[in-house]
């Protein structure tokens, strides 16, 4: 069991409410001219980070390619003209993410509260080590905010990610939240857990912590340590028996306000990547833009040139002219799923050609 709140943001039988877009798109992938905006856009505004997590999947262009020109922080006035043009366009979602630390952008802080005003949902993704009160406040208005604190004691965050800030990273929780009840905000806020051998034995424990603290959402979900830009990935030596019967302390723990979620479904039995698809089509969906004023074709793929779907910077409307092309249509043509290791689009591409492509579910029988 993954969750007991059916209806939840980390389901992925919430692609089935992007069916309008997935007929559009194999339809475009088919010959037809248009191709619908993504439903979300999720960029990154900095390739800095303050901490150094070993099983960081951006360390390929965090900590190497340093002397190459490539932009390494969105200029401040453009994210807000990209803010714009995403809301005209008619994406929905923006996910301010990394790729690096967001926090660490001074122009992102009050981004949030900007991009609600003009009519988008947002999401913030932080490693919550530097939350100063500008960016808490614009952090109210968010959607979601998901902490990627992956430990629950100083002793494990230290050796997992390089840096003795778990003191810190809580103060800043128990600051957010504070202040989330003063203004009476919806903002959902996650405690994230990535489970690794180094923490597998303090799930449980972990999630206790989280729910003390008052977040509303506790997200466990295990490393992929076959991702190909990871380097020197580690054997993947999980005791799978004892994180299975945490997972369903876990859920014990979970009250109207307090959820646990235990994401395996994007894995195998022994949480090793799998893929019960056959081919991409669903990166349309949203569109990752970096540091480097590019936007790529997957989130999982992120500064591979190889991937490189087109500029967006300094005008983001030369998306336009790029987006829905046949150059887009031939990439997307050319990938190998062999290729990817975790795939987060994976349930995506699924249903496509499952409930799509074969009509498994009988679509039109109510
Ligand atoms: S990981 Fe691979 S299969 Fe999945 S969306 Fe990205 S390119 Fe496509």
Not at 47 to 58: A, H, K, L
Not at 111 to 127: C, I, R
Not at 237 to 245: C, G, H, N
Request: hydrophobic share 35%; net charge negative.
């Amino acid at each position: 069991m993954e969750w007991t709140k059916k209806y939840n943001s980390f389901n992925s039988w919430k692609g089935l409410a992007y069916y309008q877009n997935y007929r559009e798109i194999l339809d475009w992938m088919n010959g037809s001219k248009y191709l619908p905006p993504p439903v979300g856009c999720s960029f990154d505004p900095i390739s800095e980070c303050n901490i150094s997590c070993y099983f960081c999947i951006g360390q390929e262009y965090l900590r190497n390619h340093r002397n190459e020109k490539a932009m390494r922080k969105l200029p401040t006035e453009y994210l807000y003209t990209l803010v714009d043009f995403l809301a005209e366009w008619g994406v929905k979602s923006i996910c301010i993410a990394g790729g690096g630390e967001p926090s660490l952008h001074e122009g992102i802080w009050e981004l949030p509260s900007y991009a609600v005003g003009k009519g988008l949902d947002v999401s913030f993704m932080t490693n919550a080590t530097n939350i100063n009160p500008r960016l808490a406040d614009s952090l109210m208005d968010c959607r979601w905010v998901a902490m990627s604190v992956d430990s629950g004691d100083r002793g494990t965050y230290l050796k997992i990610k390089g840096k003795d800030l778990f003191n810190t990273v809580i103060k800043n929780i128990e600051n957010i939240i504070k202040l989330r009840e003063l203004t009476h905000s919806d903002v959902d806020l996650c405690f994230k857990f990535l489970l690794l051998p180094e923490n597998q034995y303090s799930i449980y424990d972990t999630c206790k912590l989280a729910k003390s603290l008052g977040v509303q959402d506790f997200h466990v979900r295990p490393v992929d340590f076959e991702y190909k830009y990871i380097k020197g990935s580690r054997k993947l030596d999980f005791d799978i028996p004892s994180i299975l019967e945490q997972f369903e302390r876990c859920h014990k723990e979970e009250t109207e306000n307090f959820h646990a979620y235990t994401v395996t479904h994007k894995f195998d039995k022994e949480f090793h990547v799998m893929h019960n698809f056959s081919n991409c089509m669903a990166t349309p969906i949203d569109i990752p833009i970096l540091t480097d004023g590019n936007a790529y074709l997957c989130i999982d793929h992120k500064m591979n040139p190889e991937y490189r779907l087109g500029s967006c910077y300094p005008d983001p409307k030369t998306i336009l002219e790029w987006w829905g092309s046949d150059k887009h249509r031939a990439m997307i043509k050319t990938i190998a799923v062999k290729n990817c290791s975790r795939c987060t689009r994976s349930s995506y591409n699924e249903q496509i050609e499952n409930v799509i492509l074969k009509d498994d579910m009988c679509l039109n029988f109510p």
